[in-house]
């Protein structure tokens, strides 16, 4: 029997169904194992994620000049406390009055002997005085009417005993004899302490006050140039400053320092008038008085703020520097003029350590007392002006430092840098109206050599810092490389006259004299070129403006001075060289500028730059 074909394809496909199903089962069984597998095994146990570094919070960014909160306005002062006020100042004075007219009339009737007179007014003082403290006490303790009025009263009873308490002592020495000069003084100081302690115990801040104003009017009747035991009454300001120092007693600290300023003011004129009869322990003394009344007028208003902003700004500002003004002549031709200097560093200082607006105030005072310094010659280093080379030295010494810590501290205000190159310019100006006058026998000098040398130094430390002068106003800028190029005409005009001089003598000195000017114009000449055309790493505006400055400044020197200063042959070379670099400016200055790109293009190129 012959197979069927048809059964034979059967079986084959039959055969293929079942060997795919064999290997579906096989699969099967593989997932099921691993399943069971993974089931059986723990999970792995994830790691711990590391804790957070805690990050330092950052430090509070402390303002420049912390400014301070807006204090409410204060209720106005009724009408009738003002007329109150008035007629306590006015009763005051006529109380006073009418104890010195009757002391005149005991004295014409012969109504009581000198002892008799004295004591009345001696009672007459205690009465006035316990009259106002038990005012004061009254006032404190009624809490059912207003009290504006009886503090006026207490003022005028306290001031007024002051006030006679002073007329006592002075008739004590002056009329009577009785008592000498430095009882009287100790006296009075005792008296004063006293007073200023009750008023700032009690808060009495209007009788304080008018005790301040009274001080102008006793410090000229009990100092005597000659009796140095009344010099102690130059300290009534200072005592009133220390003793009533709180911020709420702004007006105190107000009259203080008008005090301070009329008292010194007073001193000076009275030193001034009669300079030969004044002894000069005197006006060392006075001078010492204002040099410390100036730093305790800054260091109380720093570490004690008013709430008033002005009265700050007057007894942190216009007080010391005041004071040290009117010192300077007391203390010209004698070794305090130097206190100046240590005193304005001291005010610098403090400004600095305070991140106070006295701190730049403070460097510059220092050149300006630098400046008086070289001004009023003092022992050392005196004579001529040209001569004081020990005040030059440290002058400039002073301003290299200054210019090191403007630098470091980035400062920007045009005021520091300005009073040092003010300064610089002051303190060598002998040496350059020699230079620009046609004097060239006082440059010979070694002395000159030496302030010559000082200036260069000066000049490049100034360069070497010059990135912090691209923060000043272009003006600025402007202003300041003009001093910077009259220094540098200064120096080498000076070492070139004295090479000359010793040299070749007279002849040397001259043809040194005209040598020097000449290579000061071409200097400043081939510089402005080499800026314009090659100086790398700056952009075309920084070098247009550089290279325009000196070649304007050498341009205006060729014409307004050589020119009719110079002669011969370096004349003619002056210009011959500084025209020759002129015309180069002009030819070679464009092929900086990159090919391709039109002129608002690169412009902007620049400006991109700049900004990056």
Known sequence: MTPDPRDSMELRLTLRRLEAAEAALADARRSLSQLIDRQSTPAPVPAPAPAPVPQPAPAPVRPRYPEKPAKPPRPPVPTETKVIRAVAVVGSLITVAGVGLAVALAIQAGLLGPLGRVLLSTLLAVALLGAGLWLDAYRRRVTDRDTAGMEAGVTALVVTAWLVSTVILWALVEILEWWPAWLAVAVLLAVWLALLAVTEARAMRWVAFFMGLSIIAIVPNFYSAHQPTTWL?????????????????????????????????????????????????????????????????????????????????????????????????????????????????????????????????????????????WWLTPPFGAGALIDATIVVALFFVAAILAVIWLDTREETRVAPWAFWLGAALTVTFTLSRNVLTKSPLWLTDHIALVQAGLIAVFLGVMLSRRKVLGGLPVWAQVALAVVGLHLSMVTVVTAATWLGSAVGGTGGMWLGYLIGHALVSILWMVLAAWILLAAPGL????????????????????????????????????????????????????????????????????????HQ
Do not use: N
Request: proline residues 4%; negative net charge.
């Open 233 to 373: 009454v130059l300290l009534l300001p200072v005592l009133l400053l220390a003793l009533v120092r709180t911020p709420q007693r702004m007006q105190v600290r107000v009259v203080a320092g008008v005090m301070a300023l009329l008292v010194q003011l007073w001193l000076t004129m009275e030193v001034l008038e009669v300079f030969f009869d004044t002894p000069e322990a005197a006006s060392v003394v006075a001078a010492v008085v204002a040099v410390l009344s100036a730093l305790a007028f800054a260091v109380v208003t720093l570490r004690f703020p008013a709430e008033d902003d002005r009265a700050d700004l007057f007894t942190t500002f216009i007080v010391p520097l005041g004071l040290l003004v009117l010192a300077a002549p007391v203390a010209a031709d004698t070794w305090t003029i130097w206190l100046l200097v240590p005193t304005t560093v001291a005010l610098a200082v403090l400004g600095y350590r305070r991140e106070h607006l006295l701190g730049v105030v403070g460097v510059c005072a220092t050149a300006v007392a630098f400046v008086l310094v």
């Open 539 to 610: 952009s075309d505006r920084a070098s247009l403006g550089a290279g325009m400055v000196l070649a304007v400044a050498a341009v205006v020197k060729l014409v307004f001075f050589d020119l009719g200063t110079l002669e011969g042959l370096p004349r003619a070379l002056a210009f011959l060289i500084s025209g020759i670099a002129l015309l180069a400016i002009a030819a070679l200055r464009t092929r900086r500028r990159p090919a391709g790109l039109e002129e608002q293009q690169w412009d902007q190129h620049e400006q991109r730059a700049e």
